[in-house]
């Protein structure tokens, strides 16, 4: 029996033998009135602010020892820690078995950010350290405190389809746990507002969040939940409440945005690259009219109005090779292929099956990424949800693209490549760790330092930021902080990249990002397609740009889903490359580059989903600079022989504009 097989029947044994522990109900879960917080009362404007709108960076995935899987790697910075990092200050973090024997500091400050530490076992984890507790001396605990990591007691209670809690460690009732995670979600919005900016001088933001963990049947479904403010739940809603995505969503609206006027919260689905299919699968389980389908569909664009497309799990906007992706191969879809090496490491092949559909989907496991599917990746998404509005009226799948790291150090924004320390804290904390690709190591060269947040918004403050992130005009990078901008209309004139008002006209001429077209009326649309590339800092220089496209999507009558990648500025051919001896750049790039596009194929009868990707000269990769700090005899085989291409070219990509013919 493999790996998959095996790991297969644990699941299933443990399905049919679990018993599951009684929980509390919803209402443990309404809004807990934070007003009393300085950020409550109206603020006047940012001296900083910008009609036009402004970029502003951040991270919002981000873990630090509040979270079960960062202690088990010896992380112990809280999210004061954390955002003391975001902002510019400095943080220790473990080497061997000094628990503080690193110091780091980020390259330059983020202008916000929000610690997403795991809700679920934020509880068990503040019971199991502590010996006081009447759950510390269980079974359940001991696991736990043992050192092995990700513990499988832990990972198995996030994958099994139903409640369950361990009862001798949080009682019958689940309780105990309860109220040891409500007093450290207590200490994170504490954090938050302390480190929330006020003043007029809004140099940083902060937002009160947490991540939602399942991964049910072994498939990563993973959300991070962001409140505008501290009107916030009074517990986090966990895998152990909400079982399935849906119920998730429905809980935030019921007690959240309808059950206070002050609340409001979005969640953030992430890795479906590793969902085995299942983060955008087609299906509405329990709701069988069209009328119940098109209501689901809605409270999901309501709560989840944008995606994560990177971070140091891996790139979830395309793959090469996929059954039903007509328009032939993206040579840049083959980046930072996390899921590629993860499903070597569990069934032995780099190349997976194809993953259970249908009522199969809704109970057979498929552990880790042991499959690969067009609705595993965000750019078949967006095309996917083009064929669901024309079905039921409503389009499921009409996300945003944002970019975070997933840090488990604690280190909002640190994507720096050059002198990256690593991200799952004792694991990964030497070169010689991180360099490898051996599935032993926790903190592997699979991974990479993760991306960052962009946001367009007039001034930094929680308001603005939040409101930019439901209008969906945000973008990803890969962690360069390089600037798209991308807007459609029927308007927009030839010369708007010479003209000195670009942004002013672009606003008045047609919508940004994250917007729909109109219907055309006998005229294709033009599109601004403009970026600035990273300037970089006084510590590491930044990389020019090489080219700009755009991705257009639509499907055909047969329900085949089509790709075209258009080339509208810059030259992909530059000859840009890099001395890897000493991880040098060679060549010229661009640091601005500007086009005003119109799709040569336009059919205004057809629905379509157009985005722009903004692409670095080459560069190297964090591991090859690994490399080349270790002396020649210690370098592991994998220098030699890597498993990923040590040279990238970082990106960055907008959010989409939709074109609907009605």
Known sequence: ???????????????????????????????????????????EPCT??????????????IHTGYSSDAYAFDVRVDPDDSYRYAFGGEMTLPLGDELYARTVRIDRPLDFAGITDHAEFLGEQCICFNPDNVGYGTSFCDAVRSGEGRAPPLLMRIMLPWRTRDPKTCGDDGENCG????ERWQQTIEAAENWNDTSNNCERTTFVAYEYS??????????????????VVKRPVSYQEAIREWDLWRILKEQCIDGDDKCDVLAIPHNSNISNGRMFNVDY?????????????ELRMEIEPIVEMFQHKGDSECRNGLEGI???SDELCEFERFEKFAANTIT??????????????????NLGPSCRSPRSYVRYALVEGLKEEERIGVNPFKFGLIGSTDTHNGMAGGVQEREFPGHLGSSDAEAAKQVQFKSEISGNASNNPGGLVGVWAEQNTRDAIFDGMKRKEVFATSGPRIEPRFFGGYELQEDLCSNPDMLAQAYAQGVPMGSDLPAASGVAPRFLVAASADAGSAQYPGNPLQRLQVIKGWSDAEGNIHQRVFEVAGDPNNGATVDMNTCAPEGQGFAQLCSVWEDPEFDATQRAV????????????????????LPEPERPQDCAEPWFDPLIQERAWSSPIWYNPS
């Open 610 to 629: 157009y985005y722009l990707r903004a692409v670095e000269n080459p560069s190297c990769r964090y591991t090859a600079w690994q490399c080349l700090s």
């Open 179 to 182: 109220i040891a995670a409500e």
């Open 214 to 231: 399942s991964v049910r049947l072994g498939s990563n479904l993973h959300r991070n939940v962001v409140f505008r403010n501290a009107s």
């Open 285 to 297: 389980p329990g709701a069988s009219s069209v009328e119940e389908q098109a209501a689901r569909a």
């Open 1 to 43: 029996m493999n790996a998959l097989g095996r790991a297969t029947l644990v699941v299933t044994l443990l399905w049919l033998g679990a018993c599951a522990a009684d929980l509390p109900p919803e209402s443990a879960h309404a809004v807990k009135d934070f007003s009393a917080y300085p950020d409550a009362p109206p603020r």
């Open 48 to 61: 900083d602010f910008s009609d036009t709108r402004k970029a502003f960076f951040g991270d919002l995935h």
């Open 348 to 365: 032995g092949s780099p190349e997976p099956g194809m993953c259970y559909e249908g009522a199969l989907a809704d109970w057979k496991p």
């Open 326 to 328: 007509m328009g032939g």
